[in-house]
């Protein structure tokens, strides 16, 4: 148990919103079965994975995971979910993201007030609060996922999702 975060990439299909994109991603073996009009718009963007003894298919892809940074979840929240903590799926907008890099790096920079930038945030299971070395390091390992994903993620075709639980 403890605080598990992730950002998962969806593909932007013509004709349907993220909502709808989602619902094709979790009733995927129905629709396929179908073979109707979502089926139809769905199909060339279904991915299929394979590790170990299983295999499935989906929609979405993970992008980057975090295991109990709870200042990097109390970030999300606070900005892209509106105070919600609740478990939800919520879209991370290019601009969102590079707000969340500038405040790593103002947090790398300064390091002596922390807690107003990045504050961390209690939770069941969400790990320590203390502004230690396992604060810094997720930090600064989140200012990296971060620089990848602005270089590379392509916003136009694809819908970048922040969801957390625990």
Sequence with gaps: MGLDMHLYSFPRIEGMNLAEVRSADIHLSELEAEKG????????HIKHF???E????CLRTEIATWRKANQIHHWFVETVQNGKDDMCSYEVSKENLQELYTSCVNVLLKRKTPHNELPTRTGPFFGSTSYDDYYY?????TKIILENLLKNFNFETHYMVYCADW
């Design 54 to 57: 299983f295999s499935w298919r």
């Design 37 to 44: 009009t979502i089926y139809e718009k769905i199909k060339d």
């Design 50 to 52: 394979e590790e170990l």
């Design 137 to 141: 390091w997720e930090v600064d390992r």
